[in-house]
């Protein structure tokens, strides 16, 4: 069964440090999403992708946060400088359309800023 | 916005019922269910649109009332695997659909 992948699957980090996430979605999905999720929170979406383009980010923080999906496949969230309010799950989904169907999460990123 | 969901929590033992609400100050196109167990990635459960049409998961079913801005959850005969966080996602209506979900509601089903 195909699968979202995410690496890696744990990041430790000191604060002011770089930190990268790669998402590999199903293949032929064209909406992937990024999510932060606090423990105890739902899922807050930092940023859609429609193939190539953003559809939204405006509940990323641009100063620090960078995302891109280059070629429509595959996606990169990037922090930097990491800050400790950071640390949380960093959750990738994708789906083939974004209002009908279901996302399919990948296991997640747990980074822990220190 | 994000949607509320009712109530926090919840505790039940096999074989009760319970109902999850999610509820939003916004006109709703969709709603989406996902279950969250410790440690791992939400899971799809169940996608209901406006107009009636309803996707669904297991023995689990739910309820979309488009005029209330409401949905609910509906969990029959608990099992212990059904125990997890439950999330609902929703959409606004129009342009392009950009997903919110609550903050959850916590379901523990014991023996």
């Known amino acids: 069964e195909a699968e979202v992948a995410q690496s890696p699957r744990y990041k430790i980090t000191e604060k002011s440090q770089a930190v990268a996430f790669w998402c590999d979605p199903i293949s032929g999905h064209a909406t992937l999403y990024w999510y932060r999720q606090i423990l105890g929170q739902g899922p807050e979406l930092l940023v859609q992708f429609q193939d190539e383009s953003v559809v939204d980010d405006s509940q990323l923080p641009k100063d620090r946060f960078s995302a891109e999906r280059l070629k429509g496949v595959d996606s990169t969230l990037k922090i930097q400088p990491a800050e400790l309010g950071d640390s949380a799950m960093y959750l990738c989904a994708s789906s083939l359309r974004a209002r009908l169907d279901e996302q399919f999460f990948g296991p997640g990123t747990r980074l822990t800023v220190l | 916005q994000q949607p509320v969901q009712s109530p926090q929590a919840v505790i039940l033992r096999e074989g009760e019922d319970a109902v999850i609400n999610c509820s939003s100050s916004?006109?709703?196109?969709?709603v989406h269910w996902y279950r969250q167990k410790h440690g791992e990635a939400p899971v799809f459960l169940m996608i209901l649109l406006k107009g009636g049409e309803q996707k669904g998961h297991e023995k689990i079913s739910a309820s979309f009332n488009e005029k209330k801005q409401q949905s609910s959850l509906y969990l029959t005969a608990s099992q212990l695997s059904y125990s997890g966080t439950y999330f609902c996602g929703t959409g606004r209506s129009g342009g392009s659909y950009i997903p919110t979900f609550g903050r959850g509601t916590s379901l523990i089903v014991h023996p």
């Open positions: 916004k006109a709703l196109y969709s």
